[in-house]
């Protein structure tokens, strides 16, 4: 069974940075494409990052471009985002996706998220 | 980017009642559009992929179509269970956009 399960959500100030880790199981990581999407308390679902099976190939929403990272451990089956210089409107559950082959840009499989709070 | 427009944003309906929700596209994007059912507090679910194919273990009540720019999501005979939060997106590439979602309540 497809399992992800994010990790590392919680609160920080304004300026701040936070690495977010998702661990997958129950399939060939390695094999498959991930994104981050996001969604702030009460609004609708926004796609943050995405990374190939092998890592090389990125692309992220312009809001996010030269703050946050997406990083991949096949190794490790995890995937994880790191997020600098966070702004109050980073504020969201964030939510580690899986592509559902490749570039399908459909997401078959989600985590249950993790909440990140950005606040002074 | 490609922007993604759904109505309507809310309806109330009851169990039984068929329901349609549309999702337009700015641009045509093909059949290269995906359904999500989202309840409170939980992650999205897959519906429907390329505009019209039931995901596996999807209920067949559950219905796609369209192409181009103009797409609709059909629930054939509404169920307790489908009271819910439904979010179209485009498939067509990076960077990837949803509607802005339709919240399905009780009449």
């Known amino acids: 069974e497809v399992h992800l399960e994010e990790s590392g959500g919680g609160l920080v100030q304004p300026g701040g940075s936070l690495t977010l880790s998702c661990a997958a199981s129950g399939f060939t990581f390695s094999s498959y494409e991930m994104n981050w999407v996001r969604q702030a308390p009460g609004k609708g679902l926004e796609w943050v990052a995405y990374i190939s099976s092998g890592g090389s190939t990125i692309s992220y929403r312009d809001s996010v471009k030269g703050r946050f990272t997406i990083s991949r451990d096949n190794a490790k089956n995890s995937l994880y985002l790191q997020m600098d210089s966070l702004r109050a409107d980073d504020t969201a559950v964030y939510y580690c996706?899986?592509?559902?082959?490749?570039?399908?840009?459909?997401?078959?499989?989600w985590g249950q998220g993790t909440r990140v709070t950005v606040t002074s | 980017d490609i922007q993604m427009t759904q109505s309507p944003s809310s309806l109330s309906a009851s169990v039984g009642d068929r329901v349609t929700i549309t999702c337009r596209a700015s641009q045509s994007i093909g059949t290269y559009l995906s359904w999500y059912q989202q309840s409170p507090g939980k992650a999205p679910i897959l519906l429907i992929y390329?505009?019209?194919t039931l995901q596996s273990g999807v209920p067949s009540r559950f219905s796609g179509s369209g192409s181009g720019t103009h797409f609709t999501l059909t629930i054939s005979s509404l169920q307790p269970e489908d009271f819910s939060n439904y979010y179209c997106?485009?498939?067509?590439?990076?960077?990837?956009?949803f509607g802005g979602g339709t919240k399905v309540d009780i009449k």
């Open positions: 996706a899986r592509d559902m082959y490749s570039s399908a840009w459909t997401i078959d499989y």
């Open positions: 390329a505009a019209s």
């Open positions: 997106q485009q498939s067509y590439g990076t960077p990837l956009t």
